[in-house]
């Protein structure tokens, strides 16, 4: 009846419009018993023409022959597989044939045949290759055919590396075609080989397994061979460990790893060159964990060998060389990781000489196909191929003016990303993030901080600011403190109820090791108990990388207790005695063989301590500004008032916002001139005293509060920065009112670092995913 119905004009008025949608519809009429003969002319109507049916009847038709055809699409096999699912089974069967992979076929044919599936043409051909497949001849054949695409280049190479692997697979299998096999074998590795020396992106450690594949040439594989490696006879050798003995020297050590100083380059620097090779080598034990050296001085390391191997081609070469040195015979994991990190840094920066470059490729690859790296360092290893591809065959492109930047991750090692100067920090993350295969989960998870050398804080980046405004900045900074500058990436804030993503173990490594970062810079006092059990938790966890430590009972010495205790920790407490309780504790912990449950276990742990997850900054609080202060106000009067207004709008308040007096929040009636510690984490915005004596970690620490949320008593409202003051209007109860409303009023907050206070709240919010309006 409603398709029936004449449509109402824009015109129509709509007493009509309801009289006609109140009449009574027509009885329907008759179904005629049988069709007219097509030879007689239908009678002419005496009724009027019918009008159009309205569009929205239409739309609605069109909807429901619409939902009938999906529904016969769901019934397109004999199961009810959809169109869709029968198109994918058919998709997988194609990219099977396109690479003879026999197992793919035989699981897709199985399932396509359970289903159903009625393409005829390529169900026929799937079933005609897989039997193909089991014979000796065809495999023959392919296995020629495809090795001559690979050798001509013909078509696309990853496809014909797949094809290649594929059929050396099935035939190995079937123990057929050997002859085949030996010369396919040898045409894939020589093709792996040419593309490791050309790959800037490490796609192919995706494609191919390096660890099945010969890729070492030996030509390349004895360093010993190297021309301007010194004579191992006549080489000083390394120090003395104690002042009696005697040094290690000869082939046996020169290019072993070992912990004592060199005597002497292992190359030909020059004389000019020698005491520097001695104390970049030097430098590299610290870096590498075989020289006690505190940790803030040591994360430095790397950027000052890169620097020196940096000044000539041949101090590079040398430094190469003390790099393989000490990655060959390491037993410390942490170490060979540390060494790995340093090779990264160096590849991104220098180009070995081209007498060395084979050396280095061939030391690379050749530890790829060892198969006995860590996860981690695989992936470092791999970025190490891409890079030094990247440095050595670099060409400068005049309509692509891009220049390589390095980013710092929280396990100190890099990534080399090519920018414009026209991209921002914003366009830079993502590039990192994409590089390092991080699934983007929620928006500004990940962001790009400023580290300057020396400083132990991370100073967060503006998104919007392009690369050619920072690193002008940075250039700058450099040239009136000597200090380099550089970004570091990480999360822009770890939250208390999150866990480690044990399906992602980048992001959880990444993690961790932030919210490690943060404890071991924690500045607070904390109960000593708590902490020391925090701290043999880290050492049970890290046992392996202090084992020399741990087996002589030197745990309590300069720089080893600081990678277990935040530095405020050891003031006030015996070295000795805590560094025998974390020992005592690691002893008697349970064994956990899963390095990741373990890191869980001690990241719940870090979640409880009061600020995990926060950036946090000195200063106190001002009341009246005086002339130099008053132009660095950004919340003037007039704006405090509008806030106001504001208010007592929103919350329809019973006082009128002209009877609010403008009165500053007190954050600490009892000590109003002390120095405060400001916290911004995910929840909000908290005060601390500066000068707190250890407190308990349940809660009994002093503190002021306002949040984020919008149905909090007390909340963070406004904010912004100037210079060195940043203000704020929070909502809290005015003592002085009759009323326990909540009103706003204002606090002023003296610190060096106002702007970073202003943008880390504005920068917070946003990672909340609420849209950052003034109140």
């Excluded at 519809?25 to 005629?32: C, D, E, S, T, V």
């Excluded at 080399?416 to 920090?425: G, L, M």
């Excluded at 990192?432 to 050398?453: A, G, I």
């Excluded at 998104?463 to 920072?470: A, C, L, Q, V, Y």
Aim: aromatic share 8%; proline share 4%.
């Amino acid at each position: 009846a409603a398709e029936a119905a004449p449509a109402a004009t824009a015109a129509t008025p709509a007493a009509e419009v309801d009289a006609a949608s109140a009449a009574p519809a027509p009885a329907p009429a008759p179904a005629a018993a049988a069709p007219a003969p097509a030879a007689a002319a239908a009678p002419a109507s005496t009724e009027a023409p019918k009008p159009p049916a309205p569009a929205a009847a239409i739309a609605k038709s069109v909807e429901r022959e619409k939902a009938r055809e999906e529904r016969r699409s769901r019934k397109s096999t004999i199961t009810g597989l959809s169109k869709d699912d029968q198109t994918k089974i058919l998709l997988d069967l194609m990219s099977a044939m396109e690479t003879y992979d026999v197992a793919k076929l035989h699981s897709v044919l199985g399932q396509a045949i359970k289903q159903g599936v009625k393409e005829e043409t390529t169900m026929r051909e799937a079933e005609e290759m897989f039997s193909n497949l089991e014979g000796e001849e065809y495999l023959i054949d392919k296995l020629e055919q495809v090795s001559q695409d690979i050798e001509k280049k013909l078509g696309d190479q990853s496809r014909n590396l797949k094809s290649i692997k594929n059929l050396i697979d099935q035939a190995v299998k079937l123990d057929v075609a050997r002859d085949a096999v030996a010369l396919a074998k040898l045409v894939r590795e020589k093709a792996v080989r040419e593309r490791a020396r050309q790959t800037v992106k490490g796609k192919l450690f995706e494609e191919v397994d390096i660890e099945e594949l010969n890729l070492v040439d030996e030509a390349f594989s004895n360093l010993f061979q190297f021309k301007n490696l010194k004579h191992p006879h006549t080489w000083r050798g390394h120090q003395a460990s104690w002042i009696f003995g005697k040094g290690d020297s000869g082939s046996v050590a020169m290019l072993r790893h070992n912990v004592n100083p060199l005597k002497e380059a292992l190359t030909k620097v020059g004389s000019s060159y020698e005491s520097v090779a001695c104390d970049a080598f030097l430098s590299m034990l610290g870096w590498m964990y075989n020289k006690s050296t505190p940790e803030v001085h040591r994360v430095n390391l790397s950027r000052e060998i890169v620097e020196v191997a940096k000044s000539d081609t041949r101090i590079a070469d040398e430094i190469f060389v003390q790099v393989m040195k000490q990655l060959t015979g390491n037993p410390l994991p942490r170490s060979v990781s540390a060494g790995w990190k340093l090779m990264l840094n160096l590849v991104q920066h220098v180009s070995p000489s081209h007498d060395l470059h084979e050396y280095v490729h061939v030391f690379i690859m050749k530890a790829l196909a060892s198969g006995s790296s860590v996860t981690e360092d695989r992936a470092i290893m791999e970025q190490c191929i891409a890079d030094l591809n990247k440095t050595v065959t670099e060409e400068v492109d005049d309509e692509d003016e891009t220049f390589p930047i390095q980013v710092m991750l929280m396990d100190h090692s890099y990534r080399r990303v090519q920018v414009h100067k026209e991209t921002t920090v914003e366009h830079l993350c993502e590039m990192v993030r994409e590089q390092l295969k991080l699934r983007k989960t929620t928006v500004n998870e990940w962001s790009l901080f400023q580290c300057t050398e020396g400083h132990p804080g991370h100073r967060l980046v503006n998104t919007e600011h392009t690369m050619e405004g920072i690193l002008g900045r940075w250039a700058k900074l450099k040239q009136q403190t000597g200090k380099a500058t550089w970004f570091i990436f990480k999360r822009r804030v770890l939250k208390t109820k999150e866990i480690l993503d044990a399906a992602n173990p980048t992001h959880a490594k990444l993690t961790y090791l932030q919210a490690l970062d943060d404890y071991l810079k924690y500045p607070l006092r904390e109960h000593i108990g708590w902490m020391t059990e925090v701290a043999g938790r880290i050492l049970y966890l890290e046992r392996h990388n202090f084992k020399k430590e741990i087996e002589e009972k030197r745990l309590h010495e300069p720089g080893v207790l600081e990678h277990f205790f935040p530095p405020v920790c050891l003031d006030k407490s015996t070295r000795k005695q805590l560094g025998e309780n974390i020992l005592t504790i690691m002893k008697q912990h349970p064994e956990i063989p899963n390095r990741l449950v373990m890191m869980s276990r001690l990241f719940s742990l870090f979640q409880k301590l009061p600020l995990f997850g926060a950036q946090y900054w000195l200063g106190r609080q001002i009341f009246d500004l005086d002339e130099r202060e008053l132009v660095k106000q950004t919340i003037s009067d007039n704006k405090y008032k509008q806030a106001q207004h504001h208010w007592v709008k929103k919350h329809k308040m019973t006082l009128k916002a002209d009877e609010l007096p403008m009165r500053h929040f007190v954050i600490d009636d009892e000590q109003k001139d002390q120095q405060f510690i400001l916290v911004v984490d995910y929840h909000g915005i908290r005060f601390l005293r500066a000068n707190q004596s250890d407190q308990v970690i349940s809660g009994q620490r002093w503190y002021k509060g306002f949040l984020f949320n919008e149905e909090s008593f007390e909340r963070v409202l406004v904010w912004g920065a100037k210079s060195n003051l940043v203000q704020l209007i929070v909502s809290a109860q005015d003592s002085s009112l009759s009323t326990k409303d909540r009103v706003p009023m204002r606090i002023n907050f003296q610190s060096p670092a106002a702007v970073d206070i202003a943008y880390a709240l504005h920068a917070t919010y946003q990672c909340r995913g609420q849209e950052v309006k003034a109140e």
